[in-house]
């Protein structure tokens, strides 16, 4: 059994340990299979050696060099929250639009009787955190999570005070 380049890591949102491939693209070992594969096609299809085997030869190392980097972008967004570090670098707008519909698709979801909260790992800042504007924005005891929902909505719709 051919040992995969799988290590163990911790999502940077939510803090839930996962396994991800590093394996993002193809290797010398894996361009000598796809040639022996190449050459076995060659012989399954037209019976003797064939020029043409190197057309084959190059579509399935396209192909495999294609998948493998699939399956490790797949692999990069968090299956409990939906944080993809990838996209968090390019546009963390559009990240954090990712998260709150995956969250949200999970509270309106009845698979949630089933399934671990993705919310319990979650970050909470302290008051001391907040920046000036969110400490107007939030009451001086409040402990409860839905201060924290109100907080992390979009702004349009917090409360003028």
């Known amino acids: 059994m051919a040992v995969m380049n799988i290590k163990n890591c911790y999502c940077a949102f939510c803090k839930t340990?996962?396994?991800?491939?590093?394996?993002?693209?193809?290797?010398?070992?894996?361009?000598?299979?796809c040639f022996v594969l190449s050459i076995l096609l060659m012989f399954l299809i037209w019976q003797d050696f064939n020029p043409r085997?190197?057309?084959?030869?190059?579509?399935?190392v396209g192909m495999c060099g294609y998948f493998a980097q699939l399956r490790w972008r797949l692999q990069m967004a968090c299956p409990q929250c939906g944080f993809?570090?990838?996209?968090?670098l390019r546009e963390p707008k559009k990240a954090v639009r990712m998260v709150k519909e995956h969250l949200g698709r999970w509270e309106n979801s009845?698979?949630?009787?089933?399934?671990?909260?993705?919310?319990?790992?979650?970050?909470h800042r302290k008051p001391?955190?907040?920046?000036?504007?969110?400490?107007?924005?939030?009451?001086?005891?409040a402990k409860s999570?839905?201060?924290?929902?109100?907080?992390?909505?979009?702004?349009?719709?917090?409360?003028?005070?």
Do not use: G, M, T
């Open 145 to 161: 999570p839905e201060v924290d929902k109100i907080l992390l909505s979009e702004p349009d719709n917090l409360a003028s005070p």
């Open 53 to 60: 085997v190197a057309v084959l030869f190059a579509l399935i």
């Open 128 to 141: 001391s955190e907040l920046s000036a504007e969110e400490k107007q924005l939030r009451p001086v005891n």
């Open 84 to 88: 993809d570090p990838i996209i968090y």
């Open 17 to 33: 340990k996962r396994r991800v491939s590093q394996k993002k693209h193809i290797n010398l070992r894996d361009v000598f299979y």
């Open 110 to 123: 009845p698979k949630k009787w089933f399934l671990p909260n993705p919310n319990k790992n979650l970050y």
